[in-house]
């Protein structure tokens, strides 16, 4: 997953930023100002953004602006908005341009990271912090993984993988749409990464097991199935 | 003290101007009463006298006169009866009932005013007239025809008691007259006063929640009330722009301190979710450190800029504490060697231009040392590294102005009426500012009576201008302000130029 911070107080950004890699596992983009936060988030809509967490009060375009002229965009992007201000009228105005959510400062870190994971599961259609695909179990609060009851122990990276291809069962998700999900923007983007994450994925999920849960489409990508397609419906 | 109520004084005003009225009325009708009285009883006098005089008859036989007295009409008061003498032509009595007592004036003419006597204690009336004609048939006339001198005088008693009559019934009249009209008064009175209490329960109904005061336009259009009311209007106004800016002071104190608490909160939950090493913690320590640091930092201006506001209020009594007299120079050298480690950070001249002129007014030094370092530090943090800020110190006839002038990017005409703006930060102002610098500034300049502008100019560079009155600091205030404390310091307020504060 990857969440774009705009925030003009670096500190606050990069406290934010540090509980979303550490507690989420998330790939963070800081924007110190709302120009570079619409920049961002516009350039990166083509990939996409999982989540952008916006501060009101920021120097030049402010955050109401900025969630204006993105949601005119046409972009779906989950916003998480931080405010000081915590009038019921903004609250309103806020919800009614286009915000999903919101946090008052100060926040609590846990809660803000509770609302972050789930816009991100909502933004992609699932209800429960728990992803199901035919026996595979992603429990994306603990950050654990089960199939078919068992533990499996994965990777931090490893885990990133497959809680992305988790939220999107059945797509088919690119090499370079896995890069743009997990890696910010600082991050060199190397493909055979990849390759190696889901090496090691097979590994301990697949191996195991008779029936196969990754499947490679040469060329285009990498699709997350149950074999006999008998999994419940995600959105259940 | 509690005084009587309004309209009990009123009321009891115009009881007694109807008191004085009735009082006046009564009098006047007895003195008229009187006087159309003693003209009829005058009259009544006179036809008595003549029913007298007619009773003189010529004898049958013989000279001299008869009178009958069995045909006198006896007196209503047998005690106090009528007189009457009546002497014939040669100047004898032909009739009398006088009492020896009683002295009869000489006969003038007809038309001889009637005299007064007292007899038995009480006022008679008296009138004669000569040469009255004895009406007797000429068949008994055996001599010459004679002429009658008669006197007749009737007691005033029956009189005064019409009079007291008259005036019992006049008084009686007015007095109820006063009751109605008093209660009439009473009724017309509270009516009035209506629009006073109209105006007490708008007042009362003022709160922090509703600033409406509008009375009724009746109300609004009686002359007398129209000074209140304008004055009401202007307290009111007064009271709610302290009011509105004060809760917007607090709203934007709030709202600044969340972000740096956030900042630590976040700092310290994030620190706390998971074991760190040892490094983590102390930098994690010495961030927040600094994060507390900031925060007194702004806590300590916001909190300095709302008591300059407070003091710049106009209800907070402006008491003339004792201000030493300071050197204008002193405040802005000391105010360049604060900012010169600052301005050699960022690679900045500073130059101090007029210091040494020696200007004083009476201030706090240290205020105005606050005011110079927070305009050195705003020039600085807009200048680009190189440049010069100059601060300039001159002095008219009767003030002070300082200008601080660099040569960054200039402000936004835009920008301009915001700049001194508590919280407002230009878009290229550096990370950490609070944009609380140049509010105090302005707070603090104008609690001495000066003025803070930005200058026109043309880019690039700003100049920011303050005037200070040199003029002792208690001088300053409004009209009334200034008026109540001449009158405590025995100066007349209209001997100072008005263009001066």
Same mark, same amino acid.
């Given at each position: 997953?990857?969440?774009?911070?705009?925030?003009?107080?670096?500190?606050?950004?990069?406290?934010?930023?540090?509980?979303?890699?550490?507690?989420?596992?998330?790939?963070?983009?800081?924007?110190?100002?709302?120009?570079?936060?619409?920049?961002?988030?516009?350039?990166?809509?083509?990939?996409?953004?999982?989540?952008?967490?916006?501060?009101?009060?920021?120097?030049?375009?402010?955050?109401?602006?900025?969630?204006?002229?993105?949601?005119?965009?046409?972009?779906?992007?989950?916003?998480?908005?931080?405010?000081?201000?915590?009038?019921?009228?903004?609250?309103?105005?806020?919800?009614?341009?286009?915000?999903?959510?919101?946090?008052?400062?100060?926040?609590?870190?846990?809660?803000?990271?509770?609302?972050?994971?789930?816009?991100?599961?909502?933004?992609?259609?699932?209800?429960?912090? !728990?992803?199901?695909?035919?026996?595979?179990? !992603?429990?994306? !609060?603990?950050?654990?993984?089960?199939?078919?009851?068992?533990?499996?122990?994965?990777?931090?990276?490893?885990?990133?993988?497959?809680?992305?291809?988790?939220?999107?069962?059945?797509?088919?998700?690119?090499?370079?749409?896995?890069?743009?999900?997990?890696?910010?923007?600082?991050?060199?983007?190397?493909?055979?990464?990849?390759?190696?994450?889901?090496?090691?994925?097979?590994?301990?999920?697949?191996?195991?097991?008779?029936?196969?849960?990754?499947?490679?489409?040469?060329?285009?990508?990498?699709?997350?199935?149950?074999?006999?397609?008998?999994?419940?419906?995600?959105?259940? | 003290?509690?005084?009587?109520?309004?309209?009990?004084?009123?009321?009891?005003?115009?009881?007694?101007?109807?008191?004085?009225?009735?009082?006046?009325?009564?009098?006047?009708?007895?003195?008229?009463?009187?006087?159309?009285?003693?003209?009829?009883?005058?009259?009544?006098?006179?036809? &008595?006298?003549?029913?007298?005089?007619?009773? %003189?008859?010529?004898?049958?036989?013989?000279?001299?006169?008869?009178?009958?007295?069995?045909?006198?009409?006896?007196?209503?008061?047998?005690?106090?009866?009528?007189?009457?003498?009546?002497?014939?032509?040669?100047?004898?009595?032909?009739?009398?009932?006088?009492?020896?007592?009683?002295?009869?004036?000489?006969?003038?003419?007809?038309?001889?005013?009637?005299?007064?006597?007292?007899?038995?204690?009480?006022?008679?009336?008296?009138?004669?007239?000569?040469?009255?004609?004895?009406?007797?048939?000429?068949?008994?006339?055996?001599?010459?025809?004679?002429?009658?001198?008669?006197?007749?005088?009737?007691?005033?008693?029956?009189?005064?008691?019409?009079?007291?009559?008259?005036? %019992?019934?006049?008084?009686?009249?007015?007095?109820?007259?006063?009751?109605?009209?008093?209660?009439?008064?009473?009724?017309?009175?509270?009516?009035?006063?209506?629009?006073?209490?109209?105006?007490?329960?708008?007042?009362?109904?003022?709160?922090?929640?509703?600033?409406?005061? *509008?009375?009724?336009?009746?109300?609004?259009?009686?002359?007398?009330?129209?000074?209140?009311?304008?004055?009401?209007?202007?307290?009111?106004?007064?009271? =709610?722009?302290? =009011?509105?800016?004060?809760?917007?002071?607090?709203?934007?104190?709030?709202?600044?301190?969340?972000?740096?608490?956030?900042?630590?909160?976040?700092?310290? *939950?994030?620190?706390? &979710?998971?074991?760190?090493?040892?490094?983590?913690?102390?930098?994690?320590?010495?961030?927040?450190?600094?994060?507390?640091?900031?925060?007194?930092?702004?806590?300590?201006?916001?909190?300095?800029?709302?008591?300059?506001?407070?003091?710049?209020?106009?209800?907070?009594?402006?008491?003339?504490?004792?201000?030493?007299?300071?050197?204008?120079?002193?405040?802005?050298?000391?105010?360049?060697?604060?900012?010169?480690?600052?301005?050699?950070?960022?690679?900045?001249?500073?130059?101090?231009?007029?210091?040494?002129?020696?200007?004083?007014? &009476?201030?706090?030094?240290?205020?105005?040392?606050?005011?110079?370092?927070?305009?050195?530090?705003?020039?600085?943090?807009?200048?680009?590294?190189?440049?010069?800020?100059?601060?300039?110190?001159?002095?008219?006839?009767?003030?002070?102005?300082?200008?601080?002038?660099?040569?960054?990017?200039?402000?936004?005409?835009?920008? %301009?009426?915001?700049?001194?703006?508590?919280? &407002?930060?230009?878009?290229?102002?550096?990370?950490?500012?609070?944009?609380?610098?140049?509010?105090?500034?302005?707070?603090?300049?104008?609690?001495?009576?000066?003025?803070?502008? %930005?200058?026109?100019?043309?880019?690039?560079?700003?100049?920011?201008?303050?005037?200070?009155?040199?003029?002792?600091?208690?001088?300053?205030?409004?009209?009334?302000?200034?008026?109540?404390?001449?009158?405590?310091?025995?100066?007349?307020?209209?001997?100072?130029?008005?263009?001066?504060?």
């Amino acid at each position: 997953m990857r969440v774009l911070v705009v925030e003009d107080e670096p500190r606050l950004a990069a406290n934010v930023a540090q509980a979303l890699r550490e507690n989420a596992g998330y790939a963070v983009d800081i924007a110190l100002d709302g120009e570079q936060g619409l920049y961002l988030a516009q350039t990166a809509e083509a990939s996409g953004y999982d989540l952008i967490v916006l501060d009101l009060m920021l120097p030049g375009l402010g955050g109401l602006e900025l969630l204006k002229r993105h949601r005119a965009s046409g972009a779906r992007t989950p916003v998480l908005i931080l405010s000081a201000r915590d009038e019921k009228e903004s609250v309103v105005e806020l919800l009614n341009a286009g915000a999903d959510d919101y946090v008052a400062k100060p926040f609590d870190l846990g809660e803000f990271l509770a609302r972050a994971k789930v816009l991100i599961r909502r933004g992609k259609g699932h209800c429960t912090p !728990v992803l199901r695909v035919g026996d595979l179990e !992603v429990h994306t !609060v603990e950050r654990s993984v089960r199939r078919g009851g068992r533990a499996i122990t994965l990777a931090p990276m490893e885990y990133r993988v497959l809680e992305y291809l988790a939220h999107r069962p059945r797509a088919v998700v690119s090499k370079t749409e896995l890069l743009e999900h997990l890696y910010d923007f600082n991050w060199e983007k190397f493909s055979n990464v990849i390759e190696v994450y889901i090496s090691g994925l097979r590994r301990k999920l697949d191996d195991p097991f008779a029936d196969k849960l990754i499947h490679t489409l040469r060329g285009q990508g990498y699709v997350l199935r149950a074999a006999e397609a008998a999994e419940p419906p995600a959105t259940a | 003290m509690t005084r009587t109520s309004l309209t009990a004084r009123l009321l009891a005003g115009v009881v007694l101007a109807q008191l004085l009225l009735a009082a006046g009325l009564v009098w006047a009708g007895i003195v008229f009463t009187r006087r159309q009285l003693r003209h009829a009883f005058d009259a009544g006098l006179e036809g &008595r006298l003549m029913s007298v005089a007619a009773l %003189v008859r010529y004898p049958e036989a013989g000279p001299g006169l008869v009178f009958d007295a069995s045909l006198v009409p006896p007196s209503r008061n047998p005690r106090f009866p009528a007189f009457y003498q009546v002497q014939g032509p040669d100047g004898g009595v032909v009739a009398n009932n006088f009492p020896a007592e009683v002295a009869l004036p000489a006969a003038g003419s007809p038309a001889a005013p009637p005299w007064r006597f007292h007899y038995r204690g009480r006022a008679y009336r008296g009138l004669v007239q000569a040469h009255q004609p004895i009406l007797d048939t000429e068949e008994n006339l055996s001599g010459p025809r004679a002429e009658l001198t008669v006197y007749y005088a009737a007691p005033l008693l029956d009189l005064d008691e019409e009079v007291a009559a008259a005036g %019992v019934a006049i008084g009686a009249t007015s007095l109820v007259l006063l009751l109605l009209t008093s209660l009439l008064a009473a009724w017309a009175i509270r009516r009035e006063l209506d629009p006073l209490r109209e105006l007490a329960q708008q007042a009362a109904a003022i709160s922090p929640r509703n600033w409406r005061f *509008q009375p009724s336009p009746e109300t609004a259009a009686t002359p007398e009330l129209r000074p209140l009311i304008a004055a009401l209007e202007r307290m009111l106004a007064r009271l =709610h722009a302290s =009011h509105e800016q004060q809760r917007a002071f607090m709203a934007d104190a709030a709202h600044h301190l969340k972000t740096p608490v956030a900042i630590l909160k976040s700092t310290l *939950q994030a620190l706390l &979710r998971r074991p760190r090493e040892r490094e983590e913690y102390l930098a994690a320590a010495q961030a927040s450190l600094l994060d507390v640091e900031r925060l007194e930092q702004l806590l300590q201006r916001m909190l300095r800029l709302a008591r300059l506001e407070q003091t710049s209020d106009p209800w907070a009594a402006a008491e003339a504490r004792p201000l030493p007299p300071t050197e204008v120079g002193a405040t802005c050298q000391a105010a360049l060697e604060r900012v010169q480690p600052l301005a050699r950070a960022r690679g900045i001249e500073l130059r101090g231009v007029g210091l040494e002129d020696g200007h004083r007014l &009476r201030a706090d030094p240290d205020d105005l040392e606050l005011v110079w370092v927070n305009l050195l530090e705003n020039a600085v943090q807009h200048s680009p590294a190189g440049a010069a800020v100059e601060l300039a110190c001159a002095a008219a006839a009767d003030r002070v102005r300082v200008r601080v002038r660099d040569q960054g990017g200039g402000i936004p005409a835009a920008d %301009v009426p915001l700049v001194f703006e508590r919280f &407002r930060r230009g878009a290229d102002s550096p990370a950490g500012g609070f944009g609380l610098g140049l509010a105090i500034a302005r707070a603090i300049v104008e609690a001495y009576g000066g003025s803070i502008a %930005v200058e026109p100019q043309p880019p690039p560079g700003a100049t920011l201008t303050v005037t200070l009155p040199l003029e002792p600091f208690h001088e300053r205030g409004s009209p009334l302000q200034r008026e109540v404390r001449a009158a405590f310091l025995g100066k007349k307020p209209q001997e100072r130029d008005p263009n001066r504060l």
